[in-house]
């Protein structure tokens, strides 16, 4: 496609990991029969001003997937995979089970699950962090630090002080890494759930993710190994809020994040560019 002779555009709005009306997080979907330029799909992220917008084209019986914050394109993102996959599911080709993605990150799948959707990620690597100090001092609390592939991953006490925190935005975005991941374990409150999280990604345009699969590559493997269990709920707890059911696999290489969609929007991108 080049630039002034581009034809409307499909464009769905899902929120993805909802657990309720207006919950989980909004993003973005564009199917494709083929690649526009890369500016062009920043240019739309930019428009939309979500957390992410995606864009897929089809290859052979699977799809090419891209994701655009609306400041710079990402390596992965869970939560507009899983709505692009819920796109494909329920708005281009009901008979689907199970969706398969080439992405910056490798393969990348969706399956039908019940109520749910399924996904299947590469799970992140926790190491030791260098820089703790500068990581704890930028949210004003304690807690031990971890870098997940890049990316400080923060482990406080209690639900509690995750929910308190008010980062230094400011200083949050000079840290290295995509986003920050918070987490604790969470109130045994009857709720059923095991952890609890939030995001927060200002260096990439999004001040506070409202429910962030990749964050759950990390913290998957790690509260499966500290609470020495397979599956794990999470609840992202941002203003929207998002659910989670994680699952890490018997290698211990692989995520299974489960969640739900629900279309907000159908629409098409008409502007002339």
């Not at 496609?1 to 409307?8: A, E, F, K, L, Y």
């Not at 655009?68 to 796109?87: D, Q, R």
């Not at 980062?167 to 045994?188: F, Q, S």
Request: proline fraction near 8%.
């Amino acid at each position: 496609m080049q630039s002034g002779i581009v034809p409307p555009m499909k464009q769905y709005i899902v929120d993805a990991f909802v657990d309720g009306p207006f919950s989980g997080n909004p993003a973005a979907v564009v199917p494709l029969e083929q690649w526009p330029t890369e500016s062009l799909m920043q240019s739309i992220a930019a428009e939309n001003n979500l957390s992410e917008t995606a864009f897929f084209v089809p290859v052979d019986a699977k799809y090419e997937l891209r994701w655009f914050t609306p400041t710079n394109e990402v390596s992965l993102c869970g939560h507009a995979t899983l709505a692009s996959a819920h796109v494909l599911f329920s708005e281009i080709d009901p008979s689907l089970e199970l969706v398969e993605f080439q992405s910056q990150s490798g393969r990348l799948s969706v399956s039908r699950f019940e109520d749910d959707y399924a996904m299947d990620f590469p799970a992140t690597p926790i190491r030791e962090a260098p820089d703790a100090p500068a990581v704890l001092s930028a949210l004003g609390l304690d807690g031990e630090v971890f870098d997940a592939d890049g990316s400080p991953l923060v482990i406080a006490a209690n639900e509690s002080a995750v929910a308190r925190c008010v980062p230094d935005m400011a200083r949050v975005a000079e840290l290295p890494g995509d986003m920050l991941i918070l987490t604790a374990p969470a109130e045994n409150d009857g709720r059923g759930i095991d952890v609890v999280t939030r995001v927060f990604a200002p260096s990439i345009g999004i001040p506070e993710d409202p429910a962030t699969g990749a964050a759950h590559c990390a913290t998957t493997p790690f509260w499966c190994s500290k609470l020495a269990l397979q599956r794990v709920r999470s609840l992202q707890i941002s203003e929207r809020t998002g659910s989670f059911e994680c699952e890490l696999t018997s290698t211990g290489e692989r995520v299974v994040l489960k969640g739900r969609c629900r279309t907000f929007s159908r629409g098409e991108i008409v502007a002339e560019f």
